[in-house]
Structure formats: structure tokens, C-alpha cells
């Protein structure tokens, strides 16, 4: 079974500086991948997905990531992050050879932005 | 449309009672999912539902437990006998259904539930 671990639980960063969030995951085949926000009261957005092709992919808010299948990754970043940017991020894998796309997630990362 | 909305957003009820949350997708959409979300972990499926039918639960549904779509139109989920531990975030999401391999989930607010 698939699976996604997020190995930092809480990650405080000054605003303007940058952010890496990281994720792996265990799979058997080529995941797809997802990166998705909660911010307190609001339900999940995602900010960008990998299914194939180019590693590096760009989501929305000024995020991308890079999917490194040597190393089981699927690290967030961003240059420069914003206090609006404080909230919990989720990595998240889709079986596609299991029927229903069910959504595997990892246990989160709490971003807190200093001023 | 506004996006996939949950009713109510907080419960807040004692151990033993029932409690009914109700989940209203995207129109159109044909598959929606429920997934639990407790605190400082990420969400786990649930179960899913494609137009009316249930096809998939996962094994952390027990049977206190029971999820309905009827018309393949909003969905309720309802617990019974409530127990301190089911006391989390319960999130509602839909999809549409595609020749892609994968379509994108979008998800409700939630329903915190707090069972006293």
C-alpha cells in the first residue's frame, strides 16, 4: 500500500525568506502527486500536482515543486514567503491502478511566518 | 456554484448521541468522498461514492458508521452512538469524471465534530 511521510511537523520561517517543505513517499509504480493547503477554517486547496513529465512543476501562490524518483520525493518550495502563506500543508499520492482515486495523505507540516 | 459546502460546520455533541452531517458537491459531479481528518494528522479516506452507489469503505468506517448518496445528488453521513474518539474533522469532497486517468478532488470546509 502507498503511503506518504512528512518528516518536519512544524516549520517557522521568516517572511521574505524562502521554504522548503519536504515529502516522500512509497509507491510501487509512478505516484501522482499533490501538494495541497489548509489554511484554519477553510477546507484544502490544492497548489499542484505531478502526474508525468517535466520533475519540476509550478502550482499556484508562487509554489513548485520537484518530484526525484531516486529519492522518493516530492519536495515543496518557494522563493519567498508571504504572511498569508502561514497555514498546514499536505503531500498526497493517488493509487491510479485502484479504482476511485482515493487520496493518501501525509500527516502535514504547520508553516508558521514570522514578520 | 460555489464549491462543495458541509452542514454543519461545527457539532458539538455527548457521547452516545447520534450526529448526521450532510455534504452538497459540486453539480454535476459524479464521484464524492468522505474523508476523517484528526487533529495534527492529515485526512484519511473514508469511503466514496460514484453517482448513487457506495463503492468502496475503508475499514475505519465501523459500523456505527453509514454513508448514503441517494439521487446521486448530496450525500449524508451519519454516526451512531457517538464515541470520544470519533471527534474530528469530517471532510466532504467530489469529482467530476473524465476519460483522464485522474480528475481533481475538490474539498468542502469540513464539519468539526466534538464528542463531550
Known amino acids: 500500500a502507498q503511503s506518504v511521510t512528512q518528516p518536519d511537523i512544524h516549520i517557522t520561517v521568516s517572511e521574505g525568506a524562502s521554504l522548503e517543505l519536504r515529502c516522500n513517499y512509497s509507491?510501487?509504480?509512478?505516484?501522482?502527486l499533490f501538494w495541497y493547503v489548509q489554511s484554519p477554517g477553510q477546507g484544502l486547496q490544492l497548489l499542484l500536482k505531478y502526474f508525468s513529465g517535466d520533475t519540476l512543476v509550478q502550482g499556484i501562490k508562487g509554489f513548485e515543486a520537484e518530484f526525484k524518483r531516486s529519492q522518493s520525493s516530492f519536495n515543496l518550495r518557494k522563493p519567498s514567503v508571504h504572511w498569508s502563506d502561514a497555514a498546514e500543508y499536505f503531500c498526497a499520492v493517488v493509487s491510479i491502478k485502484a479504482a476511485g482515486n482515493k487520496l493518501t495523505f501525509g500527516g502535514g507540516t504547520r508553516v508558521l511566518v514570522k514578520p | 456554484d460555489t464549491g462543495v459546502s458541509q452542514n454543519p460546520r461545527h457539532k458539538i455533541t455527548k457521547r452516545g448521541q447520534n450526529v448526521t452531517f450532510r455534504c452538497d458537491p459540486i453539480s454535476e459531479h459524479n464521484r464524492l468522498y468522505w474523508y476523517r481528518q484528526t487533529l495534527g494528522q492529515g485526512p484519511e479516506f473514508l469511503t466514496y461514492f460514484q453517482n448513487e452507489a457506495q463503492l468502496e469503505k475503508s475499514r475505519l468506517l465501523s459500523d456505527r458508521f453509514s454513508a448514503e448518496r441517494p439521487k446521486g445528488s448530496f450525500s449524508t453521513l451519519e454516526i451512531q452512538r457517538t464515541e470520544q474518539g470519533d471527534s474530528a474533522m469530517y471532510l466532504c469532497?467530489?469529482?467530476?469524471?473524465?476519460?483522464?486517468?485522474?480528475?481533481?478532488?475538490?474539498f468542502g470546509p469540513g464539519t468539526r465534530l466534538t464528542v463531550l
Open positions: 469532497a467530489s469529482s467530476p469524471i473524465t476519460a483522464s486517468s485522474y480528475n481533481e478532488q475538490f
Open positions: 509507491y510501487g509504480a509512478t505516484p501522482y
